[in-house]
């Protein structure tokens, strides 16, 4: 259960408008050897992100343009909006973010960390909708490092969906920096196939008001 009272006292904006920044302003990555993949207010950033190879990466728009094979199954269908009223919030404005995949029978040896980093603005908060979704081919293995940092006020509420096809292996570690006038909503759902093996951990200093929700499916036998 969580105070939504707060949310109630700002009159927030959504915009679908380029956001515009300092990438000067960008924080350092957390481990020097990892890639990156760079969002700012829910907006993927290809210039400022690095893909290692075998790893396919695109926004959210360009994955629906080319009518990627499962995205509609994984991605907008889990979970009954019903029942998760931030997702449905999060579906009812369905359109940044981005995806990525990685291929089958591959190990990715470098940590891609995942940056959302937002701007905000004490007058005239953003509301950020970011939808993401990380899918680990058969027989693959990748750690991930989600890390959420901005400054000023701002709400954010991203819905992260995963996916592990059989014998998959994914460490996820989750950075929830926020700033002190942040609104933090997040979900995140994890489905995974016969064998895979999910290693999680969720550290959380930051933000006003935060409220991380995650569901595991398991969708085979073990």
Do not use: C
Request: aromatic share 12%; net charge negative; proline share 5%.
């Amino acid at each position: 259960h969580t105070n939504l009272r707060p949310l109630t006292a700002l009159q927030f904006h959504y915009t679908t408008m380029p956001v515009k920044f300092d990438a000067k302003a960008l924080p350092q990555k957390l481990l020097p050897e990892s890639d990156r993949l760079v969002l700012v207010n829910g907006q993927y950033q290809p210039n400022l992100s690095t893909v290692p190879a075998d790893v396919t990466v695109m926004s959210l728009m360009e994955a629906a343009d080319q009518k990627m094979e499962g995205l509609e199954d994984y991605l907008v269908t889990v979970a009954d909006l019903s029942e998760t009223q931030f997702k449905a919030l999060n579906s009812a404005y369905l359109r940044d973010g981005f995806v990525l995949k990685v291929k089958n029978n591959t190990e990715i040896t470098r940590p891609i960390e995942i940056l959302f980093y937002n701007i905000g603005d004490d007058k005239n908060p953003p509301a950020i909708y970011p939808r993401v979704l990380y899918w680990l081919g058969e027989n693959s293995h990748l750690t991930l490092l989600e890390r959420h940092i901005g400054a000023g006020t701002y709400f954010t509420n991203l819905y992260a969906g995963v996916v592990q096809e059989p014998s998959s292996r994914l460490q996820f570690y989750k950075f929830q920096e926020e700033s002190v006038g942040a609104y933090h909503f997040s979900f995140t759902t994890l489905q995974q196939q016969k064998s895979a093996v999910y290693e999680g951990f969720s550290y959380a200093t930051g933000g006003r008001v935060v409220r991380q929700e995650q569901r595991n499916l398991l969708i085979d036998s073990g």
